[in-house]
């Protein structure tokens, strides 16, 4: 099943189509990493190199999950996605960080803390290579790289001292118009609380987190569905912002 699951994904990535998910499944998040590694081989995304950017996803009680990001979908703010890049546009909000050290394979929060070197607000774009009932499989979407498509990063922001998470604001505008406006709504509500798992996760797949490495920790909005023709700003307050065009 996990060739399968991987073939179909394989195949969309290189026609631009969704592919069906019936009879598709896959027992365990353990097969679903083996699917994302099948793919990314496949596509030849880090041949002779190590994933140097992460997206975290995940929340309480759930499953808490990741993908590597290639370099080549890492995109500056006011990037214009191309036509038929993808299928669907779907927005979260994020804050992503920055790597000034390496960290250990089995970091506590006070390492993850020292290490990071910059705070950027982002915008995952998020998009499906399944059809649409793989949204609501948490297995097929990890193996379908748990929906990434793009990053796109603000500016770096350095921070001396942590905010209180529970009061960070989030806003999300489309052409200018405000649709979501949230305080504290990470799902942790602190974004590095899965760093430690990643780190873990990481160090298991061979690909340890290194200084340098950028990490996504995880959407602030859920998943907003974006049309064509649209500005898309999120902003994180004194983190300031990023922007997407479609």
């Known amino acids: 099943m996990i060739k399968s ?4 994904l394989i195949d969309s990535w290189h026609s631009g189509r969704r592919q069906p998910v019936s009879g598709l499944s896959l027992p365990d998040a353990n097969a679903a990493y083996a699917v994302q590694r099948l ?5 030849g995304w880090f041949e002779g190199t190590r994933p140097c950017a992460w997206k975290l996803g995940g929340a309480p009680g759930g499953l808490v ?43 506590d929060i006070v390492e993850i803390r020292a290490a990071i070197d910059a705070w950027l607000p982002a915008i995952e774009l998020c998009d499906t290579r399944l059809e649409e009932d793989a949204r609501v499989d948490p297995l097929l979407r990890l193996a379908d790289q748990q929906l990434n498509r793009a990053l796109i990063l603000g500016e770096p922001f350095l921070l001396v001292d942590l905010p209180e998470w529970t009061r960070q604001p989030v806003v999300l505008e489309v052409n200018g118009h405000k649709q979501l406006a949230a305080t504290g709504s990470h799902p942790f509500v602190d974004p590095l609380a899965s760093l430690p798992w990643l780190a873990r ?22 998943l907003y569905w974006a049309s064509w023709g649209q500005r898309i700003d999120v902003g994180f307050g004194k983190f300031g912002k990023a922007t997407l065009l479609t």
Do not use: F
């Open 5 to 8: 699951v991987a073939d179909r």
């Open 39 to 43: 793919v990314t081989e496949s596509l």
């Open 65 to 107: 999950s990741c993908a590597a990001i290639p370099s080549n979908s890492i995109h500056p703010s006011g990037w214009q996605v191309p036509a038929r890049y993808a299928v669907g546009l779907g927005i979260e909000g994020e804050l992503a960080i920055r790597l000034g050290r390496d960290l250990s394979d089995t970091p």
């Open 201 to 222: 996760h990481a160090a298991e797949q061979n690909t340890p987190l290194r200084a340098g490495d950028l990490i996504a920790t995880g959407s602030w909005t859920g």
